[in-house]
């Protein structure tokens, strides 16, 4: 039967890398993570999750309500991850404009290739910059100690609104690395 056709095995083992498109951020997260989780696996590298900094009338945000704004959909949050997953090796997308010289633009993907990061004192880890391998970028960072095709993206401030208990809305200033898994 062609169900066990050798050559549409072939066939479809080369799309298994090509990017789903869906109209809803959503299901595009819920897709994104189940990849995220499935390719960390098989390379054997843990994920980590590197968490925002949200302030709320210039005053960063503490538990129970920062936990809240975590979890918070991308489709408010104008896709800024409040636990943005991360590993060395992962497909990613930048959600901003970094670089427009140098491809690294809205839309533009890459790998990531390191990440420093600095931890709270409830053990969570907040990134400081990422390292995201941008083939075709022509970035040349190397007097600086960053290989070649290499962008070094740094956390940037967005802004939107969360509605809260009793319908109550607050403006909420989020700082985060501008990526998304780009599976």
């Not at 039967?1 to 990017?19: E, H, M, R, V």
């Not at 140098?102 to 907040?126: C, L, Q, W």
């Not at 990422?130 to 956390?155: K, M, Q, T």
């Amino acid at each position: 039967s062609k169900k066990n056709d050798p050559a549409i095995a072939l066939q479809l083992d080369g799309l298994k890398d090509c990017p789903v498109v869906v109209a809803d951020k959503q299901l595009r997260d819920a897709i994104n993570n189940a990849i995220v989780q499935k390719k960390a696996r098989e390379a054997g590298v843990p994920i980590h999750y590197y968490m925002s900094i949200d302030r709320r009338s210039r005053k960063q945000v503490v538990s129970p309500v920062r936990e809240a704004l975590w979890g918070v959909r991308s489709s408010v949050t104008n896709d800024s991850l409040g636990a943005l997953p991360l590993f060395i090796g992962m497909r990613v997308m930048f959600s901003e404009n970094i670089d427009f010289g140098h491809r690294s633009v809205n839309g533009a993907e890459g790998v990531v290739t390191h990440i420093k990061h600095t931890t709270t004192d409830g053990g969570h880890r907040v990134a400081t910059v990422a390292y995201v391998h941008v083939p075709g970028s022509n970035i040349d960072l190397r007097e600086y100690g960053v290989p070649y095709e290499v962008v070094p993206v740094f956390p940037t401030r967005s802004y939107w609104k969360y509605t809260g208990a009793g319908g109550v809305e607050f403006n909420i200033s989020r700082l985060q690395l501008p990526l998304l898994p780009a599976y």
